[in-house]
């Protein structure tokens, strides 16, 4: 097709798209409301319960508790139609429906004899939806169900998600006509997408670039390995990949069938970069770009851009300078770039590992890193990718979601399940997304630096540990070739901030966003003013008090209590300056300012409630070899902490065992008489202020005798099976991370 053509076929779908937006989405809003207005949350008529205060009740009780609370009601003007008694002093009072509820409620809650007063209100069933294949869907669930679960339910009592809202994704294209998919243009949410792959061969479409994402397939057979584009490929069927992250992302839901979405509101951008044998930067990074609204030449401009970006691939490599660059365009315009960390077990793989995204690893049902993800400190936070338990039979905990029979091209629409099982981090990224399109609906104030943090912010419940004794703790990789292919109990330090947590991260969406503006010229010694007023609370609330306060020492400022401070300008050196702000709802946020002799600059991050900085431990060395039986002494340093001591652990226990090596309170580690399995061990030290602050270590322990050189014989000595089976295990590792499959699901059997 000639790039005029192109770009009109593009323009006119966008055009049909556009103008089918608005019904569409009236549509999926009126199904998914629980009640029609806010004044549904009261009954028909208004009604306040009342509890009287025990020794009010007991002064009285030769008289009836009802004329007890009609008396309280009489003396404060409440004009009651009716009053039913709920307990001993518990009432139920109807009132006259030309009563302010307000007043009446304020009236009654400052009469001594009264212990509370509050509003009956409705209350409803959680938001579950109807789609059949939802039971199936434990990742969405509660904890109660899988303690790794995101809890969507309770978050969608707060959001469904907006129809103002875009999360595009980055894949092998979409099936537009699968049935819990659909075009915008068919009461579906898919928009009209791209197709960015340059290779017709590659693309498996029969051209190269169009307006057209539809998943053409990415198999690869014998012939093609026979070409010289795909000799180093392998032989694989069509994954429907890019189908399978979008209804995971927001498949249609509430709807009665097939399984549901994180998200049911907002819209899907389908952009296509995989196609056989994975996909090039030269397209991968002019699609981020156009994701998110940035001009790409020879390419009509996106209508839609993407407030969230969903990567579900990756390489064995550094963050280059080119991902950089566009990764810190994208976010600059506010949009998140969500990415799996990867499926190697080692370091996490690049984008993943670019600064500003989103990486996502994964865990198990139970919480536990999954043998197959990456990990280390670039994970910003994990969530289900799926494991089997099991290695025979029904995979136990497959993420289910939408795919295709077809083994080449589309067949019968189908879904996943315990047979055609689905893991991987490529499925926790998606629902990691779909969590920051609620976030982004739900506060609109948030840029992509607030939305990450409070993402992370909800999901601070601590990571569990495994009740299997020899379950180990996960360890930082040391490098490409240090590989933690089995289950082992997360860190913060390697796993992230904690379990994504919707419900979690919808509460923190929904603070207001503190913000800091000056004015005046900064010359030491002099004034300044800083301002708060361009902090904002989330539609419908509104910001009600200011606070600023001085957390780490000294520095001179004249009003506390209000939008507008004046700010001495220090000679020299430097002070933090806090502006707490609330809402009408009383909901906190809170930003830090440096305040010097030049400027004035806000600390990246959000401002912890107590204290300039969080609490952070550092533990040297952090490798080290010992022989059994050796020693080795551990330090460990405690920043922004009253109480800099630590509790020293080694694989999760307290002080250790014979079996992996004890270490005493000041951090001497004595080694096991026997090396374990595995021969590595992490040795922890948690802050004893902050049990969620902690660092860790590697001991690789070795045996006396794996120092001495055996000669070889020619006889059946035993051994040698052993140590080939060792080299072949290091061999397939580094072949494995040679290349990666950005569609390949982890082997089956992983932990």
Known sequence: MHLRSQTLAFVAAALAAAALTTVAAAQELDASRKHSSPSADFGPEPRVIVKLRADDAARVRVQASRDTVESVASRNGVKAKRIAQ??????????????????TLTRLQADSAVEYAELDRRRYLHAVPDDL???????????SVAPSAIDAEHAWDITTGTDDVVVAFLDTGVLYDHPDLQSAGVGGRLL???????SAIASNDGDGRDADATDAGDWINSSDRQTPAFAGCRTTSSSWHGTRVAALIGARSNNGTGMTGVTWQPWLLPIRVIGKCGGLDSDILPAMLWA??????????????????????????????????VIGQITARGTVVVVSAGNEGGPVDSPANCAGVLAVGGVRHVGTKVGYSSLGPEVGVSAPAGNCVNTTGACLFSIITATNQGATTPTV????????FNVGTSFSAPIVAGIAGLMASANSNLDTPRLIERLQEGATKPFPVSSDSSVPQCHVPIGPNDVQAAECNCTTATCGAGMANAKGALEAALRPVADVTTSGV???GGSIELSGLASVAVAGRSVVAYHWSLPCGSGN??????????????????????????DDAGRVDRADVVVTPTGATRSPGTAPADGCAAIKVTVSPVTSSVQTHAMQTFTATVANAADTTVTWQVNGVVGGSATVGTITATGLYTAPASVPSPATVTVSAVSNQDATRSDS??????????????????????????????????????LGRRKRDPAAAPKRGCR
């Open 192 to 198: 009209p997408g791209y197709d960015f792959i340059s």
């Open 557 to 582: 400022f004249t009003a506390a209590d209000s939008a507008i401070t004046a700010v001495a300008v220090p000679s020299a050196g430097s002070f933090t300056l806090r502006l707490a702000v609330t």
């Open 86 to 103: 709920l307990g001993k002093t518990l009432h139920v009072m109807e009132i006259e429906p030309d009563q302010s509820l307000e007043s």
């Open 413 to 420: 629409h189908t879904y996943t399940d315990q047979l055609n």
């Open 292 to 325: 998110a609204g940035i001009h790409v030449d020879g390419i009509a401009d996106n209508p839609y851009p993407a407030k969230v970006l969903n990567i579900s691939f990756g390489a064995s490599t550094s963050c280059s300078a080119a991902y950089a660059d």
């Open 133 to 143: 294949l939802y039971a199936q869907q434990w990742y969405l669930q509660g904890t």
């Open 697 to 734: 270590a590697s001991v690789t322990i070795s045996s006396v005798l794996d120092n001495v050189v055996v000669p070889t014989t020619s006889g059946d000595g035993g051994g040698g099976a052993i140590d080939t089976a060792a080299l072949l295990a290091l061999l397939v590792a580094a």
């Open 522 to 524: 900064f010359t030491p």
